[in-house]
Every structure is written in structure tokens, then in C-alpha cells.
């Protein structure tokens, strides 16, 4: 089994910060990517940003600037600090890691998600 715990959400006025993070535990026996997505009503789910184990990042072009997506190898953890928030970063973000288990079966793990409201 492979659990994921997202923290961090919440509310927040436009122009504020917000620090998600996101345990995995289980057992793993590898981690490969690690990433953030977020989904806002009436919308699709959507890549926020990303992070390879070697530490390289991909980020939507809407947040360029403004998050950061870091990870922590020895906790498997990962975090994205997002600044300069605006109201059309609403959504409910997601966490989401591939993985290899002991089992050697390598599969995508979701989160539970997390809100983030960005409103005055």
C-alpha cells in the first residue's frame, strides 16, 4: 500500500502565498516523478507542476514565476510554494507520485486533494 497525505490548503486573499505539501509512505521502493495538479470547478484536471527525481521541473505556464515545486528524497515528500496567488488559482489540488513498490510494480498514486481558495 502506498498513502498519500497533502497539507497546506486553505484561504487565502489575492496576491497571498500558500505551502502545500504532500507525504507518500507505504511500501516504496523507488520514487520517480512527483508532481502537483489542481482541478477548479467545471474544469479539467490540470498539470501544476512537476519534479523528477534527479530534481528536474516542468511548470504550466500559468504558474511560471510565481510557484515552485521542490521534493525531499529522504522523506518522500514533496512541496509547492505558490506566491502572488491569484482568484483563477481556485481549485482543489491534487498530489500525485510514480513509484516503484517492493513488489517491483511501478503505478501513479493520486492524493485526496486539497482546496485552495484564492478570494478578498
Known amino acids: 500500500q502506498v498513502q498519500l497525505v497533502e497539507s497546506g490548503g486553505g484561504l487565502v486573499q489575492p496576491g497571498g502565498s500558500l505551502r502545500l505539501s504532500c507525504a507518500a509512505s507505504?511500501?516504496?521502493?523507488?520514487?520517480?516523478?512527483m508532481g502537483w495538479y489542481r482541478q477548479a470547478p467545471g474544469k479539467e484536471r490540470e498539470l501544476v507542476a512537476v519534479i523528477t527525481s534527479g530534481g528536474s521541473t516542468n511548470y504550466a505556464d500559468s504558474v511560471k514565476g510565481r510557484f515552485t515545486i521542490s521534493r525531499d528524497n529522504a522523506k518522500n515528500t514533496v512541496v509547492l510554494q505558490m506566491n502572488s496567488l491569484g482568484p483563477e488559482d481556485t481549485a482543489v489540488y491534487y498530489c500525485?507520485?510514480?513509484?516503484?513498490?517492493?513488489?517491483?510494480?511501478?503505478?501513479?498514486?493520486w492524493g485526496q486533494g486539497t482546496q485552495v481558495t484564492v478570494s478578498s
Open positions: 500525485k507520485i510514480n513509484c516503484q513498490r517492493f513488489s517491483l510494480l511501478r503505478s501513479d498514486y
Open positions: 507505504g511500501s516504496i521502493f523507488r520514487m520517480y516523478e
